[in-house]
C-alpha cells in the first residue's frame, strides 16, 4: 500500500529559510528555468520538473525555486490529487546537495552558512515528503544519486524507468546521507535492509530496488508519464480505501524532524574537518558530474 507520512505538532516546522542566500533570496519563482511547473488538468496533477542550468543537483537556488514553486502550488491548484518531482535531463534525476558550493564554504570555513544551506535542503525535502495531503511521486528517469536518491525517497511512490540507477556512491568521500535517508528507506523495507544499503556506495538499479520493495513501478524507457498517469487514474478509483489507509498511515509514520536536523549538525560538523585530499576528490567529482551533464545534454 502507499504509505503517507505527517509531521509530529509538536516538531513545530517553520517554511523553509533562504535568507542566507542573497543572490535569489526572493519570494516568487524565477525565470532561470531551476523548476518546470506543468498542471495537467485532466489527470489534476502537479509537474515540477528539475531543469539545472549546469549540473543536476539541489543547488541553493534550486532548492529555492522548488520550494516557491510548491507555495504558489498550495495557493493555486489546492484540489489537485498529485505532485510529482521530476528531472528535464532524461538521464539524471539528481546528484544531490551542491558539492561545488558545499567545498566552497568549507574552504572558507563558513561553517553557518554551510549548515543553513543543509538545513534548507532538510526543510525543502521534508517539506515535499510530508507538508501536502495529495500523492507525491517521484518520476526516476536516469541517475538518482546521494540527495537524490533522498529526494525519491522522500515520495509516496517511485515511479522509474529500467534504465534508472540509484545509490550513495559519495559515501566512500565521507558524504553521507543526513536528509531522512534511513527514516525513508526503514519505513519501506525494514531497518536491516536499509542498513545495508547506507553502509555501501553500490550502485542498484530500477529493478532491483523493486525487488527490495523500494520501488514501486518499473517500466521501460519513454513510458514513465504514463506509468504516473496510470498510477494517479488507479490511486484516484481507490479514493474511499486509500483515505482510509493513509489515515492509519498517519498514525503509524510520522517524521522525526527534530532528529533529522540533528544528522544535519552531525554532518555538517564532520564535513568540515575534510582535509585537501579529500576536497580535491570532491572536486573531482563535480568535475565529473558536469562533464556527465554536458555529454548526455
Not at 80 to 95: G, N
Not at 112 to 140: C, E, G, M, P
Request: hydrophobic share 40%; glycine share 4%.
Amino acid at each position: 500500500m502507499t504509505m503517507m507520512i505527517t509531521v509530529k505538532p509538536k516538531d513545530n516546522i517553520k517554511e523553509p529559510d533562504y535568507s542566507f542566500y542573497k543572490p535569489t533570496a526572493t519570494n516568487e519563482p524565477s525565470d532561470a528555468g531551476q523548476i518546470n511547473s506543468t498542471y495537467s488538468k485532466t489527470s489534476h496533477c502537479l509537474w515540477l520538473t528539475m531543469a539545472s542550468q549546469e549540473r543536476a543537483c539541489f543547488s541553493p537556488e534550486m532548492l529555492i525555486d522548488l520550494d516557491l514553486n510548491l507555495r504558489s502550488y498550495q495557493q493555486s491548484h489546492p484540489n489537485a490529487k498529485a505532485i510529482v518531482l521530476a528531472s528535464a535531463d532524461p538521464h539524471i534525476f539528481s546528484y544531490g546537495s551542491d558539492l561545488n558550493y558545499i567545498r566552497s564554504l568549507i574552504i572558507k570555513y563558513d561553517r553557518d552558512t554551510l549548515f543553513n544551506y543543509i538545513k534548507l535542503n532538510l526543510d525543502v525535502i521534508f517539506k515535499f515528503a510530508s507538508q501536502f495531503q495529495q500523492l507525491r511521486i517521484a518520476q526516476v528517469t536516469g541517475a538518482a544519486f546521494n540527495g537524490g536518491f533522498e529526494a525519491a525517497l522522500a515520495s509516496d511512490v517511485i515511479i522509474a524507468e529500467r534504465q534508472a540507477t540509484f545509490g550513495f556512491p559519495d559515501l566512500e568521500h565521507k558524504l553521507f546521507p543526513c536528509l531522512g535517508t534511513s527514516f525513508y528507506l526503514t519505513r519501506r523495507i525494514g531497518a536491516n535492509a536499509a542498513n545495508k544499503i547506507l553502509s555501501s556506495s553500490t550502485i542498484y538499479s530500477a529493478d532491483e530496488l523493486a525487488e527490495l520493495g523500494i520501488i514501486d513501478v518499473v517500466v521501460d524507457a519513454g513510458c514513465s508519464t504514463d506509468a504516473v498517469i496510470n498510477y494517479i487514474n488507479h490511486h484516484q478509483k481507490q479514493n474511499t480505501l486509500n483515505t482510509s489507509l493513509k489515515q492509519i498511515a498517519e498514525r503509524i509514520n510520522q517524521t522525526p524532524y527534530s532528529a533529522l536536523l540533528k544528522n544535519c549538525n552531525d554532518w555538517v560538523d564532520q564535513i568540515m574537518t575534510l582535509s585537501g585530499y579529500e576536497l580535491r576528490q570532491i572536486e573531482r567529482i563535480v568535475k565529473h558530474q558536469v562533464s556527465s551533464t554536458s555529454n548526455k545534454s
